[in-house]
């Protein structure tokens, strides 16, 4: 039972993973507000940019390990696949 729930919070297809990033974009954005309100200025720009930006980089750790995550489970796949066998053929 708890695998079963364990495995709703793995990401395992792209659709997925920009859903969350688009959950983490929105986040992101809500609190860069509040920085911009309660910094005016400068300083509430900076703090808006950091938590974008902060976003652009889980995302594309989130894409690169999904990629990555495909790449592995294919090698797994070829490596469990036996080799077909050789057969010599006699010299006529």
């Known amino acids: 039972?708890?695998?079963?729930?364990?495995?709703?919070?793995?990401?395992?297809?792209?659709?997925?993973?920009?859903?969350?990033?688009?959950a983490?974009?929105?986040?992101a954005v809500e609190r860069g507000s509040v920085y911009l309100?309660?910094?005016?200025?400068?300083?509430?720009?900076l703090l808006f940019l950091a938590c974008t930006g902060a976003v652009f980089m889980a995302g594309a750790k989130i894409l690169d390990c999904i990629k990555f995550e495909k790449a592995a489970l294919l090698a797994r796949q070829a490596s469990a696949v036996p080799a077909p066998p050789i057969i010599e053929r006699e010299a006529a």
Request: aromatic share 18%; net charge positive; glycine share 14%.
């Open 1 to 22: 039972m708890l695998r079963k729930i364990g495995r709703l919070f793995i990401i395992k297809t792209n659709w997925e993973a920009y859903m969350i990033i688009y």
């Open 24 to 27: 983490l974009a929105l986040g």
């Open 37 to 45: 309100t309660r910094f005016p200025g400068f300083g509430g720009k």
